[in-house]
T-cell receptor, first 114, second 119 residues
């Protein structure tokens, strides 16, 4: 079985500051890892995904995440926050199974202060 | 990227009625679609996996007779909440997996969600 833990249900940063959203996973087999963003009353949009290629993954909107097996982490970062980054962010894990269903973390709400 | 639509986006119904939610992959064929449920300020919980032409696979604790899933074509899956009650009120989100089963790892694309309110 797999699980995902997101540390911090709310993160607040100033515009232009570094964004760091934490995600740790638990998996008995090599996982596939994802970050999704959700704006109010909308579905989820894929930011980036790790599928056992490069450990540093670059995504859309300037976000990137680094897979660290030794730390079982997949933290999401962005060098400079923008007001439009305010949203809910979900980390998710999937095992290499036929179903490819995702297990989501509890989410982190990012607030960006002007 | 690929687009997944859901209809309706919002529905309010009386207790005891049934509600059907449609999930469509607009520009790709999806052999597998997933249905999730999201409670307020909570994460998404997988309800079931829908495979085209076969019965859905439900997660533990999800009543298959309550939440009927049909995946009649490669672009359409439906979720019917039968005899809805207030505790069924939630945000329902579908996703569609692009790609061939067994091929290169593919991506799930999510619909915009359907907010169900049962009075």
């Amino acid at each position: 079985a797999q699980s995902v833990t997101q540390l911090g249900s709310h993160v607040s940063v100033s515009e232009g500051a570094l964004v760091l959203l934490r995600c740790n996973y638990s998996s008995s087999v090599p996982p596939y890892l994802f970050w999704y963003v959700q704006y109010p009353n909308q579905g989820l949009q894929l930011l980036l995904k790790y599928t056992s290629a490069a450990t540093l993954v670059k995504g859309i909107n300037g976000f990137e995440a680094e897979f660290k097996k030794s730390e079982t982490s997949f933290h999401l970062t962005k060098p400079s926050a923008h007001m439009s980054d305010a949203a809910e962010y979900f980390c998710a894990v999937s095992l290499d199974t036929g179903r490819r269903a995702l297990t989501f973390g509890s989410g982190t709400r990012l607030q960006v202060q002007p | 990227g690929a687009v997944v639509s859901q209809h309706p986006s919002r529905v309010i119904c009386k207790s005891g009625t049934s509600v059907k939610i449609e999930c469509r992959s607009l520009d790709f064929q999806a052999t597998t679609m997933f249905w999730y449920r999201q409670f307020p300020k909570k994460s998404l919980m997988l309800m079931a996996t829908s495979n085209e032409g076969s019965k859905a696979t439900y997660e533990q604790g999800v009543e298959k007779d309550k939440f009927l899933i049909n995946h009649a074509s490669l672009t359409l899956s439906t979720l019917t909440v039968t005899s809805a009650h207030p505790e069924d009120s939630s945000f329902y989100i579908c996703s569609a997996r692009e790609g061939l089963a067994g091929g290169v790892f593919d991506t799930q694309y999510f619909g915009p969600g359907t907010r169900l309110t049962v009075l």
